[in-house]
């Protein structure tokens, strides 16, 4: 299945001079070529903005800011951009071309990464990142698809789509750039990021290079933003027993939520990290992950002791490209592993292994000149026939390519009258063709027909319902109660749109359910709690009675506050949270004898206090003679203090 063949750049020549010979990855903001420049005779990545996005002027603003803020750092660690130029509708950047894998496949096949090649990876990026800072650059989009490993063994940070100045990052309107499971606190809550959010980043991109998953796990993004705001990102030790304990505290200190806590930018944590590496030992750092322990690997872990160079592999960009820009298809030349105590089948390993002391030292001089450092990987030479996959639905199709060795490269997802709708209706390599041990597969999955009849489910508890809507080939949408007299709680009223109408596959329904009939919440304020417990139960209410009680004008053991406002609407089975009273609190009464009573009045009503004046009919004086409460003692809050006024 050649992507490329229906392509109408592929074979044009774009601005006279960058000939286009394959389409590479395509995203919902531009797509990526493999070119050749043919004046420089060099193949090179060329990202052409969607034609339909070039009259936007904010997304061909970013495009420029891409080119002229990573041409401005010059890092060998940066995937670099060498021009930026317009052809008739297409907008494009030229940049490097570079053969090898991502971070995010090397997780995808190892899983969790020794110390010492976790840091081999994240050092270079730290120093890529380090430059960009200095330079006044954000990224804002770190993560392990963003970080590349060439065959030639160098790390590179790539697409800066995202790239901010930092003496210009504002807070942003309406959305949140940047990947949910990387995100700062700062990030999610105002949208203002600077080199710290980076740093956060590469704290938990260490986090899942040390145990091979992220920190925070959820089934929505909202979930995940949720845990980033009020959890901290857990120790990887807690996941992996045994990792040295500095390692917990570089992470802690990367990942620490509030960014005053955290290195102010990338090159003070590569230097965090290069102080810790010094006091590791080489058994710390050549610890076997669990994984590669345990004996439960993957069939291609059992036959290999190699990392894939992921042919085409994508790699997802903040502006919803999936680059590929640095991906090459050239052959790998195998390099042996080092010897080590880990053994072959340990994990990535350093070609020029880095040591503590002298060699560190270089290392790190290295770093901070802007000269990189890299990792080598080998390329696996084993082949195997890729299953016959057809009519199988797609979690069937992903474990036989699994138990084959075999990954999934992408999904393309097609309408067909002959396969049932999530069934697969066609593989590339097919059923039967011979494929690297170690390779992955293009699965194109069925939509099923292009029009479908949205079912009626009026009445179908909201369950029922949503597996209907999806069972169709329809997508639940949001789901809307209110309240009802005449369908039952939790069932379903009606669908927009309604039952019987025609809509394209994945349509979201939304959906309407009944809260049951509504029922006026009364007013217990006041009220023993079991006298209010009793009143809303009879009106088929729950109660809560919370945990803590507050001071409050209404007596000890009465109702101070209720969650629901009397008055309000509620649904049978709705939950009412009743606080107790511990009465008014005691303050002390201040003393006023001897002031004029509006000053004695203001001096009582400032301590809670409400006043009563009592002044005899014939009086010439306006001082106050005495008081209910004499000055000194407590009183409750908000109790009444009675002022005399001096007769004649």
Known sequence: MDTTLDDPLVGQTLDGRYRIDARIAAGGMATVYRALDTRLDRVL?????????????????????????????????????????????????AMEYVSGCTLRDVLRERGALQPRAALDILEPVLAALGAAHRAGFVHRDMKPENVLIGDDGRVKVADFGLVRSVDTVTSTTGAVLGTVSYLAPEQIESGVADTRVDVYACGVVLYEMLTGGKPHAGGTPAQVLYQHLHEDVPPPSAAVPGLPGALDGIVAQAAARSPELR??????????????????????????????????????????SVIPRMVGARQGGGDGVEHTSVLASAPVAPHPDPPGPAGPV???????????????????????????TGVWYISAGQFTKVPNLLGKSEAEARSELSAAGLGVKRVERKFSEAF????????????????????????????????????????????DAKAELTKSGLAPGIVNE??????????????????????????AVAI????????????????????????????????????????????????????????????????????????????????????????????????????????????FSNTVDAQSVPGGQNAPEGSTVVLRIKGL
């Open 263 to 304: 290195p102010f930018d990338a090159a003070a944590l590569l230097g965090v990290v290069l102080a810790v590496r010094a006091e590791l030992s080489d058994a710390e750092l050549d610890a076997v992950p669990p994984q590669a322990l345990s004996g439960e690997r993957s069939a291609a872990e059992d036959r290999t």
């Open 420 to 463: 049932e709708r999530g069934t697969v209706m066609a593989s590339d390599p097919g059923g039967g063709k011979r494929i690297r041990g170690n390779g992955a597969v293009v699965l194109t999955v069925s939509r099923g027909p292009q029009v479908v009849v949205v079912p009626d489910v009026k009445g179908r508890p909201l369950d």
């Open 512 to 619: 309407t359910v009944s809260k049951g009939r509504p029922v006026q919440v009364p007013n217990v304020a006041a009220r023993p709690v079991e006298q209010a417990r009793t009143a809303l139960q009879d009106l088929g209410l729950k109660v809560e009675v919370a945990a803590e009680q507050v001071n409050s004008p209404v007596p000890a053991g009465t109702v101070a506050n209720q969650s629901l406002s009397a008055g309000a609407q509620a649904a049978a089975g709705d939950t009412v949270v009743l606080t107790v009273s511990k009465g008014p609190r005691l303050v002390p009464v201040p003393n006023v004898t001897g002031q004029e009573a509006d000053a004695a009045r203001r001096t009582l009503e400032a301590a809670g206090f409400k006043v009563r004046v009592e002044k005899p009919l014939i009086s």
């Open 482 to 507: 209110v309240f009802s007299q005449d369908v039952a709680k939790g069932a379903v009223i009606g669908t927009d749109p309604e039952g019987g109408q025609k809509r394209a596959p994945d349509t």
């Open 45 to 93: 990545a060329l990202k052409v903005m969607h034609p339909a996005l070039a009259a936007d002027g904010a997304f061909v603003d970013r495009f420029i800011r891409e080119a002229k803020s990573v041409a401005r750092l010059a890092h060998p660690n940066v995937v670099a951009v060498f021009d930026q130029g317009t052809d008739g509708p297409y907008t494009y950047l």
């Open 346 to 372: 340990a994990g990535p390993r350093p070609a020029g292994r880095v040591r503590r002391g002298p060699l560190l030292v270089v290392a790190a001089v290295l770093l901070a000149l802007g000269l990189g």
